[in-house]
T-cell receptor, first 114, second 114 residues
C-alpha cells in the first residue's frame, strides 16, 4: 500500500517553462488536495477535489491548474513558471466519512524556478 | 473565517523534560482541530485530532493535546521529550463545508537537546 505518491521529488525550471507535478493515491480516497509550503508561512491550499471531474480553487490558485479524471490521480499544472512558485508542494488525500477525517500526505515535490 | 495561530517559531527543551507546543484557534461553530508533524524532507504525518468529547486527546508517539474552549487553545504536550521528537509541528483546523480542507498554522520547530 503506497499511500500518496508524488513525482518528481525535485525539479528546477526556468522562468516561463511549464511542468506537471504528478500525484497518485491508492487508498480509494475521494478527496484530494494540493498545498504549497513556504518557510515561515505554513501550508497554503492551492486546489482541491471532492471526486473525479470536480475541482475547486483554494487560497492560492493563481498560476496553477488541476484536473481529476480518475479517483486515483490529481496532477498539478504550472503553465508559466515564475520565481514566486519556488516552493515545496504537497499532495494529500482523505476519505470523507462521518466526522473529520485525516489527511494523508505525500513526501513532497521541491520546485525551484530560476 | 477559521484560523489557527502558533505563537512560537521554535521551542527548545532538554531530553526527558516535558514539552508544550502552543496553538490557539478562531472558528465559527465547533472546532475540528489537528496536530501534524513533519520530519526533515518528509511529508506531514498525523498525530492527533479533536472533534468532540474529552478535552484531553491522546495521539501517536506519546503525544497528547488539551482542548480548552474558554482559552480557544489546543496545546500539544508530551510528558518526557526525546531527541527524536525534534521536528516541525503544525496545528490545523478544518475549514468547514463538505470537505476535509485544513487551514494550517505557520509551524513550530521543536528542538530537543540531549
Amino acid at each position: 500500500n503506497a499511500g500518496v505518491t508524488q513525482t518528481p521529488k525535485f525539479r528546477i525550471l526556468k522562468i516561463g517553462q511549464s511542468m506537471t507535478l504528478q500525484c497518485a493515491q491508492d487508498m480509494n480516497h475521494n478527496y484530494m488536495y494540493w498545498y504549497r509550503q513556504d518557510p515561515g508561512m505554513g501550508l497554503k491550499l492551492i486546489y482541491y477535489s471532492v471526486g473525479a471531474g470536480i475541482t475547486d480553487k483554494g487560497e492560492v490558485p493563481n498560476g496553477y491548474n488541476v484536473s481529476r479524471s480518475t479517483t486515483e490521480d490529481f496532477p498539478l499544472r504550472l503553465e508559466l513558471a515564475a520565481p514566486s512558485q519556488t516552493s515545496v508542494y504537497f499532495c494529500a488525500s482523505s476519505y470523507r466519512g462521518s466526522g473529520a477525517n485525516v489527511l494523508t500526505f505525500g513526501a513532497g515535490s521541491r520546485l525551484t524556478v530560476l | 473565517a477559521q484560523s489557527v495561530a502558533q505563537p512560537e517559531d521554535q521551542v527548545n527543551v532538554a531530553e526527558g523534560n516535558p514539552l508544550t507546543v502552543k496553538c490557539t484557534y478562531s472558528v465559527s461553530g465547533n472546532p475540528y482541530l489537528f496536530w501534524y508533524v513533519q520530519y526533515p524532507n518528509r511529508g506531514l504525518q498525523f498525530l492527533l485530532k479533536y472533534i468532540t468529547g474529552d478535552n484531553l486527546v491522546k495521539g501517536s508517539y506519546g503525544f497528547e493535546a488539551e482542548f480548552n474552549k474558554s482559552q480557544t487553545s489546543f496545546h500539544l504536550k508530551k510528558p518526557s521529550a526525546l531527541v527524536s521528537d525534534s521536528a516541525l509541528y503544525f496545528c490545523a483546523v478544518r475549514d468547514g463545508g463538505n470537505t476535509d480542507k485544513l487551514i494550517f498554522g505557520t509551524g513550530t520547530r521543536l528542538q530537543v537537546f540531549p
